[in-house]
């Protein structure tokens, strides 16, 4: 039989994204060596450096060129000589929006033996997924500036909702609940009390989709309560749907519940198209070029990136290997103190992939 292959669109971007990213496609080449599937990465130096260089952000011909692939793995953007937005807008927001990437999905999962600062809370209270919609609300980027830099100044920033986007963002959510069979309990998390258009229009919606879903239990939550839930209660969510801003803002919150930035991934996902896959924690220039900075949220997306393109035994495997490694030899990881270095840490989750039976 003629062995699969995948070309992903590999972006390792800026600050620590090439670190991190060296060390997930590591994994993935080893998960398809043991599964009979091949990996051909077609690497774009988009970014910072690139920008200063060239002044180019994205052009029309390389974003034509990604988008030719299964799937697109992203390190991150984002450089301290370049002005805050233009890579972020010009680059990840730019793929998200161009490509329909409806859907930003980020699991919130605790792993045995990973500290957190919460002292009660254990793996079997924390896995949960946010669901944030990806191309609308605040980061539509509607809105403008009058008299700038003058007293008179007037800048206003519009957040869009429409039907269509709220309603395949809750549906997308539903699904995924039901898939999930754990409590099957789905949460919206708004602010209806203040936000009486935006909100208003997501309740309806989920009210008027629920009822199309009879096994899935509905919840409801403003953004600033659950913020509080999530930290004394997280074993109450199951699955959360919310805008693309408290999206953003929840989820690093979220991942203080799994362990730091270092251990959260994110998808983002159009179900009918191009995916793309990135630990969510951005560049951490600081930290670039140190062979410091834990790796296994780029791990994690690359892990993601496999199940969603349907090699979901080489994800479990990974898994798996990440768990192990976590218990066994990162005992306690905080960020920035895991006792190994970036690529050692890709190697180890190597190697227990590639002694692994099966
Ligand atoms: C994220 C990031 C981005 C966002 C930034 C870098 C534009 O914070 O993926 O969460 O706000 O979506
Ligand atoms: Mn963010």
Known sequence: MKQKQYDIAVIPGDGTGPEVIAEGIKVVEAASRKYGFQIFCHRYDLGGERYKKTGEILSDEVFESIKAHHAIYLGAVGHPDVPPGVLEKGILLKLRFELDQYINMRPVKLYPGVEIPLKDKRPEDIDFVVIRENTEGLYAGAGGCLRRGTPHEVAIQESISTRTGVERCIRYAFDLCGQRNQAKKLTLCGKTNVLTYAFDLWERTFKEVAPDYPDIETDYAHVDALCMWMMMNPERFDVIVTDNMFGDIITDLGAVLQGGMGMAAGANINPEGI???????????????????????AILAAQLMLDTLGETEAAQLIEMAVMKVL?????????GQMGYSTSDVGDLIVDFIESSAG
Not at 327 to 335: I, M, P, Q
């Open 327 to 335: 218990e066994k030899d990162l005992k306690g990881v905080t960020a």
């Open 275 to 297: 995916c793309m896959f990135e630990p969510i924690s951005g560049s951490a220039p600081k930290y670039a070029g140190q062979n410091s900075v834990n790796p296994i949220a």
